[in-house]
């Protein structure tokens, strides 16, 4: 539901242009609601009068828009990006996870469904770690996989168990968190991955995304419900963490593969 402060509103007209869902229209001099809508926020977000609410939200999360980051410092930032295989043995702090998950939150989702649920195992990574170990030990002896997974990845697992017998975890990589982006598309999922992985970079943290791990916690229905994820379906897993290695340049890439017309 969207509500007008009459009071404050101008009738610009600005939030009925900008209104995706042809929701509102200008009468009397003042905006007014027609329906239901996506409850996108682009009403309160172009409103120069504040005279918009989205009573479902906490308006008090709504800020003025600060100025846009320098063209050529979002993309060095972009080309600086490495996929960390290994970490410190320091754990995140707490600020700087709640950053993360703001990047992630504010991240565009098809029809605003917001749906992204974002896991993050830090504290009890341990006890995580445990139960990944001893899925895999088990269905590597079962010699069985479930449906969804290619066979192939059995032959992973024995390699992965190889290594960790000899004390190369290549599933973790001594990263002190781990998180799972469990969201309604594919899509939502990667476009949340990537403002996390750009705001973990701006503080100095790195990330690597994590396959084989996401994979895993398809073994058994327990590992799903140990992370909250039984009703979504995880598309992303990131490694997360302080940098072991540090890099003084960008890598060398391909050309891009660009068509204009």
């Known amino acids: 539901m969207i509500i007008i402060d009459k009071e404050r509103c101008i009738g610009c007209g600005l939030c009925v242009q900008d209104c995706i869902a042809g929701n509102l229209k200008v009468e009397n001099g003042k ?14 977000a172009v ?24 063209a050529d410092i979002l993309l060095s930032t972009i080309k600086a990006r490495r ?29 605003n469904t917001q749906g992204c ?17 001893n899925q895999i030990g088990k269905t590597v002896e079962s010699g069985k996989l479930p449906e969804m ?12 168990m190889a290594l960790k017998a000899h004390g190369t975890d290549f599933l973790f990589r001594n990263a002190p968190a781990v998180l799972f982006v469990g969201a309604e598309t594919p899509v939502d999922a990667g476009l949340a991955a990537q403002n996390i992985e750009l705001m973990a970079v701006s503080q100095g943290l790195g990330a690597l ?34 940098p ?11 050309t891009a593969d660009v068509v204009w017309r």
């Open 244 to 254: 072991a290695v540090k890099y003084t340049s960008t890598a060398p890439r391909k």
């Open 31 to 44: 905006a007014e609601v027609l329906g239901s809508c996506l409850q996108c926020g682009h009403c309160v």
């Open 83 to 111: 996929s960390i295989r290994n970490y410190q043995p320091k754990k995140i702090e707490r600020e700087k996870m709640e950053m993360l998950m703001e990047a992630g939150r504010y991240t565009a989702t098809a029809k």
């Open 149 to 160: 997974l290619a066979p192939a990845l059995l032959e992973s697992y024995k390699g992965f």
């Open 117 to 133: 649920r974002f896991v993050l195992v830090q504290d009890e990574l341990d006890t995580f770690k445990d139960m990944i170990w």
């Open 209 to 242: 995304y994590n396959g084989f791990l996401n994979y895993t916690i398809h073994l058994a229905p327990e590992l799903k419900q140990w992370l909250g994820l039984e009703d979504k379906q995880s598309y992303v897993c990131m490694l997360l963490g302080y």
């Open 47 to 70: 409103c120069a009068q504040n005279a918009v609410q989205i009573p479902e939200f906490d308006m008090a999360d709504v800020t003025p828009c600060g100025e846009a980051v320098e």
